[in-house]
């Protein structure tokens, strides 16, 4: 089983925003050391606790730091971009970092309607070009024929002796078939999606070898909390079920300290909110999550599982992947 990272680059309560970054940088580092197969930023804008609006720039700082592990974006929110622009991005990446680079596409906001208007003027018209967009950046990074002749006449320079690798990141039937129209391998959000996630990927898997002959590469992202001991895992974890749960109210814009976690008494619908999202969380000591982990790989047969951890303190969050690849003997 192959393990990778996926980094909200988190912003706990009473922490500076400076140190969210240097953590990032720190944590990269010590995964590239440990074993995992992958190191991807996310993409968010105007959010209190989530600091990185452009994972592009960070991916150039921790690829200067570290070694082997790939390095990515999860996800580029494609419409707030020209794809040309992505495209010549992260082409000039591989060239900086060959056989490093991961592009993962994704559609969402990351923010707020004020925040898609400032970047894309018209995000709801850019969502409906998604599809479209898909397309011509695939077309630019493999330096194919494009349906607009203008296109043709440029590329997406520097063009790398290793292209940047394409995923498309989703949590539907559809995102999953226009993955399958332009031949992207596919990550599948587990931790923030209620669907059947094991049926989705399933018939991505079918159609995908149906149509191509080869079978794709699939990432199933899980949000992981793992500690020296069950209690110590759950109390951390009811920290960040809290935050994700009320991430857009003024009350809990940042992960919560553990002690306030811990005396917060919600009302039942609230508590069933919270109580719902840490069951969908893999939570527990290093032998509870290794288990958890192989029976989530079995039940969606795929290879590789990308680990979302956010937590109040780093040294937890690095303290849990230190703890995981240590069980399941990732060096």
């Not at 995992?36 to 150039?60: K, V």
């Not at 039937?173 to 209620?194: E, P, R, T």
């Not at 992202?221 to 749960?245: D, F, L, M, N």
């Amino acid at each position: 089983m192959k393990l990778s990272i996926l980094d909200q680059v988190p912003v706990p309560e009473n922490t500076e925003v400076e140190d969210a970054f240097s953590e990032t940088v720190k944590l990269a580092k010590e995964a590239d050391k440990l074993g995992y197969t992958r190191y991807w930023i996310a993409e968010h804008h105007d959010f209190s606790g989530l600091a990185c609006p452009n994972p592009d720039t960070l991916m150039t700082l921790i690829g200067s730091q570290t070694h082997k592990i790939r390095l990515g974006a999860g996800a580029v929110l494609l419409p707030h971009y020209s794809p040309y622009k992505i495209a010549e991005t992260y082409n000039l990446l591989s060239v900086l970092f060959p056989e490093r680079i991961d592009l993962g596409l994704g559609r969402a906001p990351g923010g707020s309607a004020e925040s898609s208007i400032a970047l894309s003027n018209n995000y709801l018209e850019n969502v409906k070009a998604y599809p479209k967009s898909v397309k011509e950046l695939s077309n630019f990074i493999n330096n194919s024929k494009q349906e607009n002749p203008l296109y043709n006449k440029i590329k997406a320079s520097p063009i790398p002796n290793n292209k940047p690798k394409v995923w498309m990141l989703g949590t539907s039937d559809k995102s999953a078939q226009l993955a399958i129209d332009n031949k992207l391998d596919y990550v599948f959000g587990h931790f923030m999606s209620s669907v059947n996630g094991p049926e989705i990927i399933k018939k991505y898997k079918n159609n995908f070898l149906n149509n191509y002959q080869v079978v794709p590469n699939i990432i199933i992202a899980v949000s992981v909390i793992c500690a020296e001991t069950t209690e110590k895992a759950k109390r951390i974890a009811r920290s960040t079920a809290i935050w994700s749960a009320f991430n857009d109210t003024l009350q809990f814009d940042q992960i919560p300290s553990y002690e306030k976690s811990e005396t917060y008494k919600g009302t039942n619908e609230i508590e069933g909110k919270i109580k719902k999202i840490m069951n969908r969380m893999v939570v527990g000591n290093p032998q509870e999550v290794s288990k958890k982990l192989t029976e989530l790989t079995e039940i969606y047969q795929v290879d590789e599982l990308m680990l979302v951890t956010n937590t109040f303190n780093y040294k937890d969050r690095l303290n849990s992947f230190n703890l995981i690849a240590k069980e399941m003997q990732l060096i």
